[in-house]
């Protein structure tokens, strides 16, 4: 999704040849396609939610920006908002990440446990001290279909997509002057840019530089449940585990704490911890969820950046004309159309022009500046 975003950009401006380099032209991997889709406003970070409200502009207008031919992608957006969930050791951090979003335009209300309960009355409030519930642009979307509206766009502008995988780089100087591939090919560029997701540390690598950015499992699964539950938003639970709906059914997951969380390339979906970890949670919650059933399940890819688990934009000294765009760890889906105008203004006039990503620089690393994102699903 990133990659294709910016090469719309780029082609958009018309400025310069755009050549994406797609190793599996399938997706069948791919984490944009194995992605739960969601948008939220409900960030700590002012960067994250201005990156969040230039995307939900987007999805809510994509008819106007990736129309080829008379056809539009269809993505399906639904704004039923995120609700999370605080136990009393939470009311602080859920307070203060308020203020922020507010003071950023935000339309986010705190909820007490009485205000939860006249909203969602199918909801337990067992533990639950505060909850946060964005009133306007959150939702969901199908991913897979505005990913493929990227492409299809950016190709009928004019970018060429090669199905072949970058394993190398020529150098001259400090500078990338060709990027080399698994076929025997050589594609002489002035920019290259990084936005290979998970496999973004290796690409790094052949230019010498360390990113920090791993490949973290995430399984999602489908449930069926008996009863519906009015108005249901993404809630996000004390304990971590989130639902939303999905149709006639609901997906669920759970992202495990550091230390459990290994790097791990493989798609397997981890069954255990349905029965472990996210049903007890779930029934616990939404007492309709006690006979839930689970009616499939697959696994996907975050691109985890282990620095501060943000984005990471921009070049270094090392390669100042290699442009890195990954390690979102989570939040790439959403914010793929605010990144893709970004890095087309970087790449096309030395900076950001629309909005400020700066804060998101991959400089950051080396300078042991992190920018802490406090809402991590």
């Known amino acids: 999704m990133v990659g294709s975003a ?17 190793r599996d032209p399938t997706y069948a991997r791919a984490s944009s396609a194995l992605s739960a889709s969601s948008i939220r406003q409900q960030f700590s970070s002012p960067v994250n939610i201005a990156l969040s409200q230039f995307g939900i502009g987007f999805l809510r207008s994509v008819a106007d920006h990736l129309e080829v031919a008379g056809e539009a992608p269809v993505i399906g957006l639904r704004e039923p908002g995120y609700l999370y969930l605080a136990g009393p050791a939470g009311v602080a951090v ?23 309960r006249a909203r969602f009355d199918w909801l337990s409030l067992d533990g639950v001290a505060l909850g946060s519930l964005g009133l306007d642009g959150e939702g969901w979307f199908d991913g897979p279909a505005l990913m493929q509206g990227f492409r299809r766009k950016a190709r009928a502008l004019g970018a060429a997509y090669r199905h072949d995988e970058a394993v190398g780089f020529e150098r ?33 690598a052949m230019a010498g530089i360390a990113l920090p950015v791993e490949a973290r499992k995430r399984s999602v699964f489908v449930l069926a449940c008996r009863e519906t539950l009015p108005g249901c938003p993404l809630v996000i639970d004390t304990t971590g585990v989130w639902f939303r709906p999905e149709g006639d059914r609901f997906l669920a997951g759970w992202s495990p704490p550091e230390p459990q969380d290994a790097e791990d390339f493989g798609l397997e979906v981890d069954h255990h911890l349905f029965e472990d970890v996210v049903w007890p949670a779930l029934a616990a919650r939404v007492p309709a969820f006690a006979a839930v059933r ?4 697959w696994a996907g890819h975050y691109e985890y950046n282990t620095f501060d688990q943000n984005g990471l934009l921009g070049a270094l000294p090392e390669a100042p004309n290699l442009i890195f765009a990954a390690g979102f760890s989570g939040h790439g889906m959403q914010q793929a159309a605010g990144v893709g105008r970004g890095i087309s203004e970087l790449i096309l006039h030395g900076g950001y022009r629309s909005l400020d990503l700066s804060a998101l620089d991959v400089g950051r690393v080396a300078a042991a500046r992190p920018l802490r994102e406090l809402n991590i699903i």
């Not at 910016?6 to 797609?22: H, K, P």
């Not at 001259?172 to 002035?190: K, P, Q, W």
């Open 94 to 116: 859920l307070q203060a990440n308020h203020a922020v979003q507010r003071a950023h335009g935000a339309t986010v209300a705190l909820l007490d446990p009485a205000g939860l």
């Open 294 to 297: 689970v009616t499939g399940a």
């Open 172 to 204: 001259e100087g400090d500078r990338v002057s060709a990027v080399l591939t698994a076929r025997g090919g050589r594609l002489a560029c002035g920019v290259a840019v990084n936005a290979a997701g998970p496999n973004a540390r290796a690409v790094a």
């Open 6 to 22: 910016i090469a719309y950009f780029l082609a958009l401006d018309g400025a310069c040849r755009v050549t994406v380099l797609e």
